[in-house]
Structure formats: C-alpha cells, structure tokens
C-alpha cells in the first residue's frame, strides 16, 4: 500500500528554519523522481524541489532557491526538505509525492506557518 506522511511543519517566525520530512512505503524512492509542493492559502499547489530517483540531481523553483536543500534516504524512505530565512510568503500546506503526473496519490501534508 502506498503511503505519503509528510512532517516537520510548525509555526516559526520570519528568519527562521525548518526541516520537513517525507516517508514513504509501497514504492522505492529509486524507482521515481520525488518532489515537494506548496499549497498556500487561496492559491494553486505547486512545485518548489525535486530530487532525481537517483539522488544526482536536485532542482529548485525561484520562490525557495538558495534558501532551500532536498535530500532523500533510500534506506529509511524519506525525503527531508529544508528551508532557511523563512519568510511570511512560505505559509502553506507543504507536500512530497513522486513528480510523475499521472500519480495521484498524496499525503495529508504539513503545515507552516511563518509569523511573528
């Protein structure tokens, strides 16, 4: 059975940081490229990173580069997401599920939330 369960998310404060993280079961992260998505409040969800099934190649979409690193482990199925000097902006529900259109399966996602 294929599962998703995102964590990490929390209220943080402009400036500061999180680690969200990703585990998966019922499918290889060898076996498809992962990514993280953001829905924010009234917007459309949308792609910030990806990581290449095999772990080579990372990308970052303009809203999160520089400020953010994606990285997976095989062995324990997970794919962390760190984002840094968090901004009021990156308030959303974050996702991670693999980046192949036809699946349409997704976690419950984690929430953040950056205020003062």
């Known amino acids: 059975q294929v599962r998703l369960v995102e964590s990490g998310g929390g209220l943080v404060q402009p400036g500061g940081s999180l680690r969200l993280s990703c585990a998966v079961s019922g499918f290889s992260l060898r076996s498809y490229h992962m990514g993280w998505y953001r829905q924010a409040p009234g917007k459309e969800r949308e792609l910030v990173s990806s990581?290449?099934?095999?772990?080579?190649?990372?990308n970052y979409t303009a809203p999160v580069q520089g400020r953010s690193t994606i990285s997976r482990d095989v062995g324990k199925g997970t794919v962390d997401f760190k984002i840094f000097n968090l901004k009021p902006e990156d308030t959303a529900i974050y996702y991670c599920?693999?980046?192949?259109?036809?699946?349409?399966?997704w976690g419950q996602g984690t929430q953040v939330i950056v205020s003062s």
């Open positions: 599920k693999p980046t192949l259109q036809s699946w349409a399966h």
């Open positions: 990581i290449s099934k095999d772990g080579r190649y990372t």
